[in-house]
């Protein structure tokens, strides 16, 4: 079992390029997150889908759209990256039974 | 606004000795509270969570923590670090039926020999 799956692991963007994180899971969950992880600041909830066909915003949705693309399938996309958008982005699903399952993460350079 | 906090940035302990990270939440209702745990370059691990009753939680690895309602609290406890510890932990806390896990800033923890 493959859990929660993100593409890439790695990735060095420049100024102005757009890229889409992928993220896809085997676990059968309604709910999918994607949250940032900075030094010092701990895991930011980016945007979020309650369910398939549903998307809301987090905590910093600013530069980010996503898109649920089956039940499976939570994309975040990038339209035009910043150095502020350097990070790791993690993704997630939950379940009422088993709770949160994270992806091993994809660590975004932007220069 | 619920927020998370982790006073301590960064904790070294001796190999053999008792932990304690500290977190203190801010919630207007009955919270539901976490432990991570992320060793490096890795995803985050659960420990632990407290959604109601004991206020006690047993959780991986030999951890516990105590929910203290009137402390606003939810600290993560250890009675002997082993090196294999050494790692950051985070304190979340699940907020907006459900839909919002909000985490504290980590505490890294070093485990000297």
């Known amino acids: 079992n493959a859990g929660v799956t993100q593409t890439p692991k790695f990735q060095v963007l420049k100024t102005g390029q757009s890229m889409t994180l992928q993220c896809a899971q085997d676990m059968n969950h309604n709910s999918m997150y994607w949250y940032r992880q900075d030094p010092g600041m701990g895991l930011r909830l980016i945007y979020y889908?309650?369910?398939?066909?549903?998307?809301d915003k987090g905590e910093v949705p600013n530069g980010y759209n996503v898109s649920r693309l089956n039940k499976r399938e939570f994309s975040l996309r990038l339209e035009s990256a910043a150095p502020s958008q350097t990070s790791v982005y993690f993704c997630?699903?939950?379940?009422?039974?088993?709770?949160?399952?994270f992806g091993s993460g994809t660590r975004l350079t932007v220069v | 606004a619920q927020s998370v906090t982790q006073p301590d940035i960064h904790i070294t302990v001796s190999e053999g000795a008792s932990l304690e990270l500290r977190c203190n939440y801010s919630?207007?209702?009955?919270?539901?509270l976490f432990w991570y745990v992320q060793s490096p370059g890795q995803g985050l691990q659960l420990l632990l969570k407290?959604?109601?009753?004991?206020?006690l939680v047993q959780g991986i690895k030999g951890f516990e923590a105590e929910f203290k309602r009137s402390q606003s609290s939810f600290n993560l406890r250890k009675p002997s670090v082993h090196w294999s510890d050494a790692a950051e932990y985070f304190c979340a806390v699940l907020t907006n039926a459900g839909n919002m896990l909000t985490f504290g800033g980590g505490t890294r923890l070093m485990v000297k020999p």
């Open positions: 407290y959604f109601s009753g004991d206020t």
């Open positions: 997630a699903t939950r379940s009422a039974a088993e709770g949160y399952t």
């Open positions: 889908s309650a369910s398939e066909g549903t998307t």
């Open positions: 919630y207007g209702a009955t919270p539901y």
